[in-house]
């Protein structure tokens, strides 16, 4: 009999896991604890731009018409209690406030709720990223005969369908051997498996690890360019230049290595924060110190985008000038302004006294919701009118095809300032802009 799978949590990654598992062929249920959510949910609409989610939720959802009707949602315990043979639980673990610390509270109630309806026999797996030795304690709390496996998400906002039905590799967490729950995860990830995507087995820690380390990893890269930047700034070399001269090295690699004004977003920073603050709690501080300064170049970076943005306007004053910033979300392709590093540097230039005006193809609204007091405009056009330095800080397709020509005629001052060095910057200096990027020549 074909297995039945709950999803708990359909935030970001839950309502991403519970599609890709109806487009993988199960009959599946999602729950939340938000009614309002399970109604959108159940439309087939969701409360985030993801490319591509809302079409496969659409191609699913029971009660859609021409839908699979695969898909269920339910604030219901009970039905998944009954419903399910494979819980997975993919509730959110945000940083404590004040803290670096991860929040559990989420994932505690939810392993403490699904204890209370869990059929014997059936499993529960952990997606959500929390604090190596959490699976452990998590397990004493399921009822006998219900086991526990730890499955780390991967997800690239802007990719995550494609990370959930063809992933680069699955990582399943088990205790002592586990053959009856890597038997059953083998089950449902028959297709992925079978496409070539590696399947490795391990113990709880290791498995709690490999997300955060993975996140370390690449927030140590991304902030090596960045602190390359900052001395090619000072030597007056050219990063980008640099950074295509060292990923030619198959040790090193490419990818990363823009620099730029950081890294953002709901998942790196608070990751690499909580990975500390863990290793403080065993004893292994010393370890991560590294990650203390990774996490420090990379705020910095927003600062000195603030600084570039002074000195272009003449090295004194915000205030009374006008500031065209393009892009609100913390990368391309979503809609998410958490931890942005591009709505970080609008509102600081905004409490300095700049006028700033944002656009962002997909993130207008939580930006408003975050900064109602900076200005918005509904089109990069509109953005830029009048403006006496342009900020390019989000790397959207959009902007790197807009026409420097175009927006010249609307400027105050033809100043651009590129964030993300991601703009053709010989093309805007034909059109008559003075080009700027962080770590790269002046001219």
């Given at each position: 009999?074909?297995?039945?799978?709950?999803?708990?949590?359909?935030?970001?990654?839950?309502?991403?896991?519970?599609?890709?598992?109806?487009?993988?062929?199960?009959?599946?249920?999602?729950?939340?604890?938000?009614?309002?959510?399970?109604?959108?949910?159940?439309?087939?609409?969701?409360?985030?731009?993801?490319?591509?989610?809302?079409?496969?939720?659409?191609?699913?959802?029971?009660?859609?018409?021409?839908?699979?009707?695969?898909?269920?949602?339910?604030?219901?315990?009970?039905?998944?209690?009954?419903?399910?043979?494979?819980?997975?639980?993919?509730?959110?673990?945000?940083?404590?406030?004040?803290?670096?610390?991860?929040?559990?509270?989420?994932?505690?109630?939810?392993?403490?709720?699904?204890?209370?309806?869990?059929?014997?026999?059936?499993?529960?797996?952990?997606?959500?990223?929390?604090?190596?030795?959490?699976?452990?304690?998590?397990?004493?709390?399921?009822?006998?005969?219900?086991?526990?496996?730890?499955?780390?998400?991967?997800?690239?906002?802007?990719?995550?369908?494609?990370?959930?039905?063809?992933?680069?590799?699955?990582?399943?967490?088990?205790?002592?051997?586990?053959?009856?729950?890597?038997?059953?995860?083998?089950?449902?990830?028959?297709?992925?498996?079978?496409?070539?995507?590696?399947?490795?087995?391990?113990?709880?820690?290791?498995?709690?690890?490999?997300?955060?380390?993975?996140?370390?990893?690449?927030?140590?890269k991304i902030s090596f360019i960045n602190a390359m930047a900052e001395v090619c700034e000072a030597a007056g070399g050219d990063v980008a230049k640099l950074a295509e001269a060292i990923g030619h090295d198959d040790r090193i690699g490419a990818k990363f290595l823009r620099a730029g004004i950081g890294f953002g977003g709901g998942c790196l920073p608070k990751d690499i924060r909580a990975f500390m603050a863990r290793a403080g709690e065993l004893g292994a501080?010393?370890?991560?110190?590294?990650?203390?300064?990774?996490?420090?170049?990379?705020?910095?970076?927003?600062?000195?985008?603030?600084?570039?943005?002074?000195?272009?306007?003449?090295?004194?004053?915000?205030?009374?000038?006008?500031?065209?910033?393009?892009?609100?979300?913390?990368?391309?392709?979503?809609?998410?302004?958490?931890?942005?590093?591009?709505?970080?540097?609008?509102?600081?230039?905004?409490?300095?006294?700049?006028?700033?005006?944002?656009?962002?193809?997909?993130?207008?609204?939580?930006?408003?919701?975050?900064?109602?007091?900076?200005?918005?405009?509904?089109?990069?056009?509109?953005?830029?009118?009048?403006?006496?330095?342009?900020?390019?800080?989000?790397?959207?397709?959009?902007?790197?095809?807009?026409?420097?020509?175009?927006?010249?005629?609307?400027?105050?001052?033809?100043?651009?300032?590129?964030?993300?060095?991601?703009?053709?910057?010989?093309?805007?200096?034909?059109?008559?802009?003075?080009?700027?990027?962080?770590?790269?020549?002046?001219?």
């Amino acid at each position: 009999m074909a297995l039945k799978i709950t999803v708990i949590g359909t935030g970001y990654l839950g309502a991403t896991h519970a599609a890709a598992m109806a487009e993988l062929g199960f009959e599946v249920l999602g729950l939340d604890v938000v009614p309002e959510k399970i109604e959108l949910l159940a439309s087939g609409r969701v409360p985030m731009y993801e490319p591509g989610l809302e079409e496969l939720l659409a191609k699913h959802v029971a009660g859609i018409e021409g839908s699979s009707g695969r898909l269920r949602f339910t604030t219901s315990w009970e039905e998944v209690g009954a419903f399910g043979d494979v819980h997975f639980v993919c509730v959110n673990t945000p940083q404590k406030h004040g803290e670096y610390a991860c929040d559990m509270s989420y994932v505690d109630a939810a392993f403490t709720s699904l204890a209370g309806v869990v059929r014997e026999g059936a499993l529960v797996v952990g997606k959500s990223t929390v604090p190596v030795g959490s699976a452990e304690r998590l397990a004493a709390l399921l009822p006998e005969g219900v086991e526990l496996a730890w499955n780390p998400e991967f997800l690239r906002e802007g990719f995550a369908v494609q990370d959930t039905l063809h992933p680069d590799r699955i990582v399943v967490g088990v205790r002592g051997h586990g053959e009856r729950a890597e038997k059953t995860l083998r089950e449902v990830y028959a297709v992925p498996v079978g496409e070539g995507s590696p399947f490795v087995v391990t113990d709880f820690p290791t498995a709690e690890l490999v997300k955060t380390a993975a996140n370390s990893f690449l927030a140590t890269k991304i902030s090596f360019i960045n602190a390359m930047a900052e001395v090619c700034e000072a030597a007056g070399g050219d990063v980008a230049k640099l950074a295509e001269a060292i990923g030619h090295d198959d040790r090193i690699g490419a990818k990363f290595l823009r620099a730029g004004i950081g890294f953002g977003g709901g998942c790196l920073p608070k990751d690499i924060r909580a990975f500390m603050a863990r290793a403080g709690e065993l004893g292994a501080d010393q370890a991560l110190t590294f990650l203390r300064e990774i996490d420090s170049i990379n705020m910095r970076r927003r600062g000195q985008m603030v600084e570039m943005a002074r000195e272009a306007l003449g090295g004194s004053t915000f205030l009374g000038r006008r500031v065209a910033v393009l892009g609100a979300t913390f990368k391309p392709d979503s809609d998410d302004v958490r931890d942005s590093p591009a709505l970080n540097v609008a509102g600081q230039i905004h409490l300095q006294g700049g006028q700033v005006t944002v656009y962002d193809p997909k993130g207008m609204e939580n930006a408003r919701r975050v900064f109602p007091t900076l200005g918005y405009a509904d089109s990069a056009l509109e953005a830029v009118r009048g403006a006496d330095v342009v900020l390019h800080l989000t790397e959207w397709r959009e902007f790197r095809e807009l026409d420097p020509a175009e927006l010249a005629k609307v400027v105050a001052s033809r100043v651009v300032l590129d964030g993300r060095n991601a703009l053709d910057g010989e093309r805007w200096r034909a059109a008559g802009w003075t080009y700027r990027a962080m770590g790269r020549p002046r001219a």
